[in-house]
């Protein structure tokens, strides 16, 4: 019978692989090294497993869970990027639908014609020799409406330029007519009285004076 030859190899030691291992992942994982400290690292880890196919496999032993965890939480991110972008998508086509819709309705209406003529401030009461000209604020709704607003008077006791600004004229009242340039049928009628100067009396019923100690007229 042959004489067997003795096998003097040592067991290898699989823990110390395993660290080595472990510790070629953590080093990546902290980019802690190069990557020829890398490839140096892998090399005591094929020498000491004397083979390197059994090298790559202890090496992907410890690797590939990582490397599967990473692709999973990559994978979920993309998941919920792909869900958010659809949301958005959909409340952008949300908004988009109620956009159209306004314009829609907006296009069937007729935005030059004001509806009425809006009065924010007149002069009801005008002395007749009273220097402060005095003006009629109007407006039209709505405001986005082309046009503007004229100022027709009667020319009885006041007279109004086109934008409004009072004069007196005589005693009396006059009519005014705020008219909307873009549909003469849209309009506002006011009433302007013209009065004699008046003394000017105080809270307590005494007659006001200006700075110079003069008698005060409205």
Wanted: aromatic content about 4%.
């Amino acid at each position: 019978m042959a004489q067997l030859t003795e096998n003097n190899l040592q067991l290898l030691d699989t823990a110390d692989l395993l660290a080595r291992a472990e510790a070629i992942r953590d080093a990546v994982q902290a980019k802690t090294i190069s990557a020829q400290q890398v490839g140096q690292l892998f090399c005591d880890l094929t020498e000491a497993c004397g083979d390197i196919n059994r090298a790559v496999r202890l090496f992907l032993s410890v690797n590939v869970p990582e490397l599967q965890n990473d692709i999973d939480a990559r994978l979920a991110g993309a998941d919920a990027a792909a869900a958010n972008a659809a949301a958005e998508i959909q409340r952008s086509e949300q908004t988009r639908a109620l956009v159209e819709a306004l314009v829609a309705k907006l296009s069937t209406q007729n935005l030059n014609a004001p509806e009425r003529v809006d009065i924010t401030s007149v002069p009801a009461v005008v002395t007749i020799s009273n220097p402060v000209r005095q003006k009629i604020g109007a407006v039209l709704f709505p405001r986005f409406g082309l046009g503007s607003v004229l100022f027709i008077s009667d020319h009885k006791a006041v007279e109004v330029t086109p934008d409004g600004f009072v004069r007196p004229v005589a005693l009396g009242r006059s009519t005014v007519h705020a008219v909307a340039t873009a549909d003469t049928s849209v309009y506002k009628s006011l009433c302007i009285e013209v009065v004699p100067p008046r003394l000017r009396l105080t809270a307590a019923g005494a007659l006001r004076l200006d700075g110079k100690g003069n008698i005060r007229l409205t």
